[in-house]
């Protein structure tokens, strides 16, 4: 049985809701304050936190999810070497991947524009790699607890390189969906981690579309005020996991309110040695397949992953 065989008679297909949650996709395939509750992929160990602790680690490399919405790709700079236990907030960053965000003081910032950035530049970070980095930050929510908005945030080696048959980063695997006219809110998605990556780095694959009750919740999520925090971007936050001090009569409490770190920003945008060229356009014909004329087309396009 195909993955996505729930599609076969499936009138959701064919919705009108389907064709307008289609605008995601957009997003995540390239177009154009920090969330309670987090997935980290620090370690290619999926992490949970809660306000910046960390609550469990799974044991599994692969976890089910669907992704209720998404950020545009942002990127990021850290000045110098990234110190452990000295973590540093970003120097420089750009939400749209074009200029800096309005945020960046003045002298902070590199350049007017990313693409006249000397840290746009190969050879400016680690080997040959850029020291501005690719990130985009996902809302999403967990197979079994649709009703719970997760914040999840990818580097450039998750999202973008050409699909490597079931290896798809982020992008490959949206517009896999897309092809198809399925948005991605609409399916169980299996995020699986590469195993020969020396850095985090996660693939995706359609597991099976969701039941009707199932959408709902996931439609609940995507416009919920969590999912909203999950994907903007914050540069301070109130970090629950530092003790805030104790308050004496010769020194007032300090706010606990601090600049996200690297590890609040992603954990994962400064641990990759990879190699990540600029985002390609890729051509209609090459990245889109012909539109099927039927809700049944759906159910086989998942056959060829299972090659």
């Not at 509750?37 to 490399?61: C, W």
């Amino acid at each position: 049985m195909s993955n996505l065989d729930i599609f076969k008679g499936n009138a959701l297909v064919n919705s009108d809701l389907f064709k307008s949650l289609l605008d995601m996709n957009k997003k995540m395939a390239g177009g154009s304050g920090a969330a309670g509750k987090r997935i980290s992929i620090r370690g290619s160990k999926f992490r949970m936190l809660v306000d910046g602790e960390q609550v469990s680690v799974s044991k599994s490399d692969t976890m089910n999810m669907v992704i209720l919405n998404a950020a545009d790709v942002a990127r990021t700079y850290y000045e110098g070497a990234f110190d452990p236990e000295n973590p540093s907030a970003p120097k420089c960053w750009s939400l749209d991947t074009r200029a800096p965000a309005p945020e960046v003081p003045e002298d902070d910032r590199m350049a007017s524009r990313c693409a006249d950035c000397p840290m746009n530049v190969k050879g400016s970070g680690q080997g040959e790699s850029r020291a501005c980095r690719f990130s985009q930050r996902l809302a999403v929510a967990l197979e079994g607890e649709l009703e719970t908005v997760y914040q999840l945030q990818l580097p450039a080696t998750s999202l973008f390189g050409e699909a490597k048959g079931n290896d798809m980063g982020l992008q490959a695997y949206i517009k896999f969906l897309s092809a198809h006219n399925t948005p991605a809110i609409a399916v169980m998605t299996e995020m699986r981690f590469d195993e020969d990556a020396t850095a985090p780095k996660l693939y995706f694959r359609p597991v099976r579309g969701l039941e009707e009750d199932e959408l709902k919740l996931a439609l609940e999520g995507r416009d919920s005020e969590d999912a909203k925090k999950a994907t903007t971007f914050t540069v301070s936050q109130t970090d629950k996991a530092e003790k805030p001090k104790v308050e004496t009569k010769a020194e007032k409490p300090k706010a606990t309110a601090k600049l996200l770190t690297r590890d609040q920003l992603g954990d994962v945008i400064d641990e990759s040695d990879e190699k990540i060229e600029e985002p390609k356009k890729v051509s209609k014909a090459k990245a889109e397949a012909p539109e099927p004329k039927t809700a049944t087309k759906l159910a086989s396009i998942v056959d060829d992953w299972d090659d």
